[in-house]
């Protein structure tokens, strides 16, 4: 429940179940509902609420204004095909404003005003002049906003909808109520032309949502998240750019045990602009990552940004999806597993096996790849697929080297003599060898010293033919 | 009883997706061939069903389950002329991917993705992810024993897979064979001599109990390196001698 002035400005349904209407005072209020809770009206913040949601609105045109009684207006005439109709963006801009947290009476119409008043009414929908002015006359006169002042002198007329106040004589209704009244009521027919004061993006995206209590839980967290990724989506939108890196920040109580904010960054190997990847991304991000302490602010910044690059659409979708939704799968997937997990091969040229196979992770450019290796694979002798970490050292029966069951060689052996040049020389001779079980491993044999020293050299099993 | 000329005879006539119990199935389409002759007649689809759960139980790793693949793997799919060529993910793999064997088996590694998880259950995501975006060619996943309450995570992937046309691979320990599992097809690998033999534990068709042996070499080069010794320098080929190329 709302107040304003001592009085009910706003409640909920359950509040009003209880016997409590528009205009009640405080006293009558604890007396009826004593467990209701009560909250002061914060003008400020609702207009800061109304401004983000302009904000987020932008993505769906770049012709967005704010009007009184907390409407926002959105031109829409252009943005109707690349939405598909009137129909499915009213559904998205639904979604968008849910995912503010807030709930708003959709309305649309040929004129703005005429939107504006229909929006205050309730959910009208209309797309001709004729049926907009078919609803129109059918409103109460308290919806015109310049005939508050004259609305007993109207009512006691018998003049209660705007159809009965235009079939009123024009010269007379000016003398007594001023132009404004006939000019809002011609700017909402159609008949005068409208001037909007759009509302501009901001050079840079900050925002900021305070939490209505401490929360700990990161899946909490991140619906507060996804509020202010809308906004970031209708700001990237609206100036055209594209995301490189995201800066989540999370506010923890000042006081004695003040812990500084948590900084959460998250990059991406491609500029983004899509909401429901950044939202994915930042799920991620807030899942894998604990909190020092319960979080009572969440931020949001956009640190690089380039120019958005639209991926052009094919005139037939192909199955398998595109280079885009690959790289899309590798964010989230660095986002969730951490970057060092998800890994591409960056072969070195080297012929010491564990050098020459080397991984790095998937965020990492490939223009700063090496090269790939310019020998003919299929000219070097048998590698096997699997390589271990450390290679097992192998004790030796009857002259044979022996893991799990005695080996038997099954290739002249391939000498690797390498490292000499890093101080750490080492002489190794493979084989591919052959267990009981006709599994295939590739093992080598170490010589310390060099070949022809008296010490006896040591066996290791290096890979697995998988 | 069925009259001979009842169409309950050829199911296969009313709807692909009927079959006799004694019949291999036809009905998800055609599958990708597995490049063996022999294992491709007894698949049902011609081949590796594309968009399911394929369960492979290993004795051990290293048996020859990725030479089983190997032909598979290295004809990359190309979907469309632009698009980078089939990707292959391969999901908590046991040891480290020595990239230079896989590009001796055909298969470059610009087009291996490996991931790594530190649960199962960041595994089973791992692996919902790349199946729904569907941009890889095949997925390898290697999957420890589940326990009691993880089988639901199979169907779950088995689901995810089907919205898409990767090529689903899970690997799993031989006693896992007398769990239930979700999977359409499910096949024993044990290490033969020269080779391999295949069970059919599961699959949409008859029951076949003997196994299959497929002959597989560890290495495509290694008969090659085997005899002869040396095909390129063959005179000064003694056991401790290298071909210039190699001596570092």
Redesign the interface.
């Known amino acids: 429940m709302v107040f304003e002035r001592e009085r009910v400005a706003a409640l909920s349904a359950a509040a009003r179940a209880c016997g409590i209407h528009e205009g009640m005072r405080r006293g009558g209020v604890q007396l009826l509902a004593p467990e209701a809770q009560l909250q002061e009206r914060d003008p400020a913040r609702e207009q800061a609420a109304l401004e983000q949601t302009a904000l987020a609105l932008l993505q769906y045109t770049p012709q967005v204004s704010l009007a009184p009684q907390a409407c926002v207006l959105l031109e829409v005439s252009a943005s109707l095909r690349l939405f598909g109709g009137i129909r499915a963006l009213c559904r998205k801009v639904r979604v968008s404003i849910a995912r503010l947290g807030l709930s708003a009476t959709l309305s649309c119409a040929v004129t703005a005003t005429g939107a504006w008043m229909l929006a205050r009414y309730g959910d009208v929908r209309t797309v001709r002049e004729r049926s907009l002015r078919r609803r129109l006359d059918r409103l109460p006169v308290v919806l015109l906003s310049a005939a508050q002042a004259h609305l007993e002198w109207l009512h006691g007329l018998g003049c209660r909808q705007l159809g009965q106040l235009r079939a009123l004589p024009r010269a007379g209704l000016q003398r007594r109520c001023g132009k404004a009244l006939l000019d809002m009521l011609e700017r909402a027919y159609g008949q005068a032309p409208e001037v909007h004061d759009w509302v501009v993006a901001p050079p840079v995206f900050q925002a900021r949502v305070e939490l209505p209590d401490r929360i700990e839980q990161t899946d909490i967290l991140s619906a507060y998240a996804q509020a202010l990724l809308a906004q970031l989506a209708g700001w990237l939108t609206a100036r055209q750019l594209a995301v490189k890196q995201l800066r989540l920040w999370l506010e923890h109580e000042r006081g004695r045990q003040a812990v500084a904010p948590t900084d959460l960054r998250i990059a991406l190997s491609a500029p983004a602009w899509q909401e429901d990847h950044l939202y994915s991304l930042v799920k991620e991000k807030l899942a894998r990552s604990t909190l020092p302490a319960p979080a009572i602010a969440l931020g949001l910044a956009a640190e690089e940004l380039e120019r958005m690059q639209p991926a052009s659409d094919m005139l037939f979708p192909e199955p398998g999806g595109s280079a885009e939704d690959h790289q899309r799968l590798l964010e989230l997937l660095v986002a969730r597993l951490g970057a060092d997990k998800v890994r591409q091969a960056a072969p070195r040229a080297d012929h010491r096996p564990e050098l020459a196979n080397r991984w790095c992770s998937v965020m990492q450019p490939a223009a700063s790849l090496p090269a790939p290796l310019s020998t003919d694979a299929a000219r070097l002798p048998p590698r096997p697929l699997w390589l271990l970490d450390e290679p097992v050292p192998l004790r030796v029966l009857q002259h044979k080297p022996f893991y799990r069951t005695p080996l038997e060689l099954t290739s002249p052996p391939e000498r690797i003599e390498a490292g000499w040049w890093e101080g750490r020389p080492s002489t190794r001779d493979y084989f591919t060898v052959r267990d009981a079980q006709h599994a295939y491993y590739w093992i080598f044999r170490q010589w310390h010293g060099g070949e022809w020293s008296d010490e006896e050299p040591q066996w290791f099993l290096h890979g697995l033919f998988g | 009883m069925l009259s001979s000329s009842s169409p309950a005879r050829t199911p296969e006539t009313i709807h692909p997706a009927l079959w006799l119990a004694s019949q291999l199935a036809r009905g998800n389409g055609r599958g990708v061939s597995s490049g063996f002759e022999a294992l491709d007649a007894e698949l049902p689809g011609r081949g590796w069903p594309t968009g399911v759960l394929i369960e492979l139980l290993l004795?051990?790793?290293?048996?020859?389950?990725?030479?089983l693949l190997r032909p598979l793997l290295a004809q990359p799919q190309r979907?469309?002329p632009?698009?980078?060529t089939g990707?292959i993910a391969l999901l908590q793999?046991?040891?480290?991917?020595?990239?230079?064997?896989?590009?001796?088996?055909g298969v470059?590694?610009?087009r291996?993705?490996?991931?790594?998880?530190?649960t199962p259950a960041?595994a089973c995501?791992?692996a919902e992810?790349?199946l729904r975006?569907?941009?890889?060619q095949a997925l390898l996943m290697w999957q420890a024993r589940l326990r009691k309450g993880d089988h639901d995570l199979l169907r779950r992937l088995h689901v995810a897979a089907q919205a898409?046309?990767t090529l689903f691979f899970m690997l799993r320990p031989l006693a896992c064979a007398r769990e239930a599992s979700p999977a359409p097809l499910r096949l024993t690998l044990r290490?033969?001599?020269?080779g391999l033999d295949i069970g059919f534990l599961k699959r949409r068709g008859p029951l076949r109990e003997q196994s299959l042996f497929l002959p597989l070499t560890?290495?495509?080069?290694?008969q090659r390196?085997?005899s002869p010794?040396?095909r390129?320098t063959p005179a000064t080929a003694a056991?401790?001698?290298?071909p210039s190329?190699?001596?570092?």
């Open positions: 004795p051990q790793d290293g048996v020859g389950e990725l030479r979907l469309r632009g698009a980078p990707r793999a046991p040891h480290a991917i020595n990239a230079p064997g896989w590009a001796a088996m470059p590694a610009t291996l993705l490996q991931l790594q998880a530190d960041d995501w791992a992810q790349v975006a569907d941009s890889c898409g046309q290490p033969a001599p020269g560890p290495s495509p080069n290694l390196h085997v010794v040396d390129r056991a401790g001698s290298l190329e190699l001596a570092g």
